[in-house]
């Protein structure tokens, strides 16, 4: 019993590091994105990782 708690014990701080990682990522990135739009760059997209963008905005 003590194996299987230690065992999900692990699990679940491996999936707090990876979340922790993943808002760290998007706020660096949100970051990137916020001053390219200040300076007056053009962003089609914001987009995180790889592939298909979770929110997508187009005009026109």
């Given at each position: 019993?003590?194996?299987?708690?230690?065992?999900l014990?692990?699990?679940?701080?491996i999936?707090?590091?990876?979340?922790?990682?993943?808002?760290?990522?998007?706020?660096?990135?949100?970051g990137?994105?916020l001053?390219?739009?200040?300076?007056?760059?053009?962003?089609?997209?914001?987009?995180i990782?790889?592939?298909?963008?979770i929110?997508?905005?187009?005009?026109?």
């Open positions: 019993m003590t194996t299987l708690l230690s065992c014990e692990t699990a679940w701080f999936i707090l590091v990876v979340l922790f990682f993943n808002v760290m990522i998007f706020v660096h990135e949100l990137h994105f001053a390219g739009k200040w300076c007056g760059a053009y962003l089609d997209s914001f987009l990782w790889f592939g298909k963008p929110w997508q905005k187009k005009r026109g």
